[in-house]
């Protein structure tokens, strides 16, 4: 694959053109005062039982002379599972090295390679390049002393790619071009008027890579004082991959071209408008070429879309008043057509196209929203947010029962409060209504209601020393299905969750922590009619965090240890059949079953920021996991899953370091 990257002008007027898996490794010459660099970086931690996440990389910079630069970036990135085989879920190389060299003492002309190596071991794939490039660059505006950002930039590559993949190994010829150009018509406090194009071709065997890219992006003001602004892209992506399949070469094409506008518009010193406007017109193509006469022939298919997005914001702002008002039309038509490529006759090609355009789809979302924020007093504010949205979705084909239309209404009203004493409270109001109505009979049965309400306190209070931070949310749900012969699925639901913590400053450098976080989730079936609900499932977690925190600092970075205990419990709560072994009476009884997840152990973390030179930090929390099941008898028979008394007696208990390592190693100076 080829790979290209356009370096930036300026911090400000950055301009890029492709990207290694691993990020951009060339992006223009060092200032001439920067001096030889490395920067080595690692990350290793635990996230599941038997997974494993690492990743190391090294980046920097060699200065071989006044006029030589060799830029390079490596790195890994793997997820290990020990239960799997194997045991690599992702394991990936990279690296990545460009060498420049300034042809000219005014630095127009530059000669440069630049070598890319990829390999995934879990996918078997492995992919190589080595490209030449000559590039020129110069100012655009030389008389202007004001203006020494506005630049042109022309580059041309050559060079080999290779590319392993499902046994195979193919290589060939890559070559490009990239031209680019940055003009500051009005300033460089001003956005500039920026034009790219970028073509790169890889000829891999029987397989060929290509890519281009072209773009025109600008903006201008007009009118005294600039009260309006207008702004617009044009632009234009084509992409072909080409890869293996069913001894088959599939071809994906890929083409798409965007236009878009927008204007901004001052009315008064309060009020501005603003109109952003897209057009996105994209199609794929997967077309087959057989490489045997054995080979199965593919059909070629492929879609055309359209999409059309039009937002527009009324914004008033005032100091005690602010309000915005915004529409947002999206639509989004995606339609399906095949190429005679399998030579089927009328009738049986018109079958299989009628088969395609069961996935034909147009999709149109509205949306109105509005929020107001007044301040009575410089202490208290209140919000009001409100929005109305539709969903529309139509599918052409009788055969898709994906028709169907969604709503949406919010209303949600804030207060925030700052008192003597910093003290502040929040407190938050919120109601939801939601409705989904599918058209065709098919689906019909899924029709429902969902009705939410919020509510949202919270406090904060840090008198000196001391800080406590509370927070809560409380949100109901009641889900109704439209139809009589459904109203067994109706579902209320609870969710309650809640925030705690406090901290204590007790020396200059020690801070002593307490944080609880609690998250309960209620399932019941749910009478609308007389509402009434019966639990059916309950969730509750607690996490519970105790600890101190000392830190150092010096004129060479900072230091600092935390030490603490960790409780995080995790309980849930069913109904369940318990296996009876009396013969003469119920083979079940109904009981109310606890499956309880235990894990809790000392937490140590250690981190040092170094002003240069080297950073680390690092945790581990020695848990001792415990899983277990209580039960509760009931009356009666329950239809579900059932579990013997040896089965709810088993008990599992084991003992895992959760750890998690981030290192930065900075050689030599910035």
Do not use: C
């Amino acid at each position: 694959m080829l790979i290209v990257i356009l370096g930036g002008l300026s911090a400000r007027a950055q301009v890029l053109v492709g990207a290694t898996p691993f990020g951009p490794v060339f992006s223009g010459l060092q200032p001439e005062v920067a001096d030889t660099a490395l920067l080595l970086l690692a990350r290793a931690r635990r996230v599941g039982l038997s997974t494993f996440v690492q990743t190391t990389g090294a980046r920097g910079y060699l200065r071989l002379g006044p006029r030589q630069q060799l830029r390079y970036r490596m790195g890994t990135d793997m997820i290990y599972d020990s239960r799997g085989t194997p045991p690599f879920v992702r394991e990936d190389y990279g690296a990545d090295v460009a060498h420049v060299f300034t042809l000219d003492a005014a630095n127009h002309w530059q000669l440069g390679q630049q070598l890319h190596y990829d390999q995934s071991r879990a996918n078997a794939t492995r992919s190589g390049l080595w490209l030449a490039r000559l590039g020129y660059q110069r100012r655009l505006r030389p008389g202007h002393p004001a203006d020494s950002l506005s630049q042109m930039r022309l580059t041309v590559l050559g060079g080999l790619a290779t590319d392993r993949r499902n046994g195979r190994d193919d290589a060939g010829v890559a070559y490009g071009f990239d031209a680019a150009a940055i003009y500051f018509a009005n300033g460089p406090a001003a956005p500039p008027l920026v034009l790219r194009v970028l073509g790169t071709r890889a000829a891999l065997g029987p397989r060929t890579m290509q890519r281009l890219v072209a773009e025109a992006v600008g903006e201008q003001a007009f009118l005294p004082n600039a009260p309006l602004t207008v702004q617009g892209r044009l632009g234009y992506r084509s992409n072909r991959a080409e890869d293996y399949l069913l001894g088959s070469v599939q071809r994906i094409q890929s083409d798409t071209v965007l236009a878009q506008a927008g204007a901004s518009y001052r009315i008064n010193a309060f009020t501005t408008l603003r109109s952003d406007n897209s057009a996105l017109l994209p199609t794929r193509a997967f077309r087959y070429r057989r490489q045997a006469e054995a080979a199965d022939t593919l059909q070629d298919v492929g879609y055309r879309q359209r999409e059309l997005d039009t937002r527009q914001e009324l914004r008033y702002a005032r100091p005690q008043l602010q309000a915005t008002v915004v529409f947002n039309f999206r639509e989004r038509t995606r339609a399906y057509y095949l190429d005679n490529s399998r030579n089927l006759s009328v009738a049986r090609l018109a079958t299989a196209l009628v088969r395609e355009q069961v996935k034909d789809i147009t999709e149109q979302t509205t949306l109105w929203q509005s929020t107001i924020t007044w301040l009575p007093t410089p202490r208290h504010a209140l919000a009001l947010l409100g929005s109305a949205q539709l969903l529309r979705v139509d599918a052409p084909s009788k055969d898709n029962q994906q028709t169907r239309d969604e709503a949406q209404h919010l209303a949600r009203l804030t207060w925030t409060g700052r008192w003597a004493g910093a003290f502040r409270t929040t407190l938050g109001v919120a109601g939801e209504y939601r409705q989904t109505v599918f058209i065709r009979a098919g689906l019909s049965a899924e029709n429902y209601a969902d009705r939410l309400l919020h509510w949202e306190p919270g406090f904060t209070w840090a008198p000196g020393k001391l800080s406590i931070r509370s927070y809560y949310h409380l949100w109901v749900s009641y889900q109704v299905r439209d139809r009589a012969s459904e109203q067994a699925r109706n579902r209320a639901s609870r969710v309650l969750e809640q925030t705690q913590s406090i901290s204590y400053q007790l020396r200059p450098r020690l801070l002593l922590l307490a944080d609880y976080v609690r998250r309960e989730n209620r399932v019941g079936q749910l009478n609308w009619a007389q509402f009434r609900e019966s639990p059916l499932d309950t969730s509750v977690t607690h996490d519970f965090t105790l600890g101190a925190r000392q830190s150092w600092a010096g004129p060479q970075g900072s230091t600092s240890v935390r030490l603490g205990y960790r409780l995080l419990e995790q309980r849930n709560y069913g109904r369940a059949a318990l296996l009876l072994d009396d013969l003469t009476g119920p083979a079940t009884t109904l009981i109310f079953l606890h499956n309880i997840t235990r894990q809790h152990g000392p937490e140590v973390a250690v981190e040092r920021r170094a002003t240069a030179g080297f950073n680390i930090a690092a945790s581990v929390w020695l848990q001792w996991l415990r899983t277990f099941s209580t039960f509760t008898p009931g009356t009666g028979t329950f239809i579900g899953s059932s579990y013997t008394a040896l089965d709810l007696g088993r008990e599992t208990s084991r003992v895992l370091p959760y750890f998690e390592l981030s290192a930065e190693w900075r050689v030599g100076r910035r």
